[in-house]
């Protein structure tokens, strides 16, 4: 594969770094160059804030001086003797989680759980190595688009449209299912638009907010509940004949959308859940008698990427809608403000 020589590189970049939490600022450090086999350089086109990083944001897990982003779209500008399946000048989409694509992890369709995990710096940022890049990136047919619509349809599926994608497919969406879905962020909302893809007849989807119970309806809720919790898991059966929902998507990761999601299945039904769990327990006999089907954590996203990337080609889902602000990589700041207040759903950053 072609490489370039590191001095076609600029010497510095910019990039957001979390400081301390509530603390997000714009550095300039070191572009990052080639470690070693498997390693490619992109040039970033868009990067985004996810709802995980406002974990640390708010003080919910430490952080300290630390590089952020983990979603990210990108042209291939440097890449290593070895690496196979991209080469410079490739627009691609890369996974949030890494993988060498060939050990029995991967092979059995978890590469998000790949036993030689890369790693790669920060996302939100104008460059990024990326190690393990012939398991990890996916080519885009006909390069970086002119539309910045379909730019930001790609970008969601580096991540929230991937394990939206993730907690419908181990929820079982499918005909004749009803699928309720626990969250009304950007990953619950393209838990809504998956479950709907796949053909669930009826997605039930839980919001108290105006604006994102709008968006799910678009994404194809049939129903929107605005209760939580017991009473939330009460409607649903209501909607159910008394049997609860053939499967839920759980996309929050706290003690009561869990609690949620399982009082809103039915026996025998399915919960994926992908929300970055912070605090749960599950009571063992309770989830005895409940018999519910349980499968999630990191979604192997690049497992489901070339087909993602097919159906953006061809207009059939347009999940970048869940960005409800684009702003440049230099306000990053005022994006982790709206989000942590709740203005808007996702923070598209133009690189």
Known sequence: MSTIAPSALPTTMKAVVMKAPGEVVIDEIPVPRLHGGGDVILKLAASCICGSDLWPYRGLQPV??????????????????????????DFVIGSFMLSDGTCEICEAGYPSRCANAGEYTGAQAQYMRVEQADGSLVVVPGGRPDDPEILADYLAASDVLGTGWYA??????????????????????????????????????FSRHEDRAALAREFGADVVVAERGEEGAAKV???????????????????????QALASCRPGGRIGFVGVSHDQEI????????????????????????????????RQIRPGRVFTARIPLEDAADGYRAMDERREIKVLLEV
Not at 65 to 88: C, F, N, P, R
Not at 172 to 178: L, S, W, Y
Not at 179 to 186: N, Q, R, T
């Open 64 to 89: 300290k001086d630390q590089y952020m982003g983990h979603e990210y779209v990108g042209t291939v500008v440097a890449a290593a003797d070895d690496v196979a399946s991209v080469e410079v000048g």
């Open 168 to 205: 419908a497919v181990a929820a079982n969406a499918g005909p004749g299912k009803t699928i309720a879905v626990v969250g009304d962020g950007a990953v619950g909302l393209c838990a809504v638009l998956a479950a709907k893809t796949l053909g669930a007849q009826t997605v039930i989807a």
């Open 237 to 259: 059966r209501e909607l159910t004949g008394g049997y609860g929902a053939h499967g839920v998507c759980e996309a929050v990761g706290t003690q009561e959308s869990m609690d």
């Open 283 to 314: 009571d063992g006999r309770d989830l005895f008698f409940r018999q519910v089907h349980l499968e999630g954590g990191p979604a192997p996203v690049r497992r489901f990427l070339p087909d993602l990337i097919d159906r953006i080609q061809r």
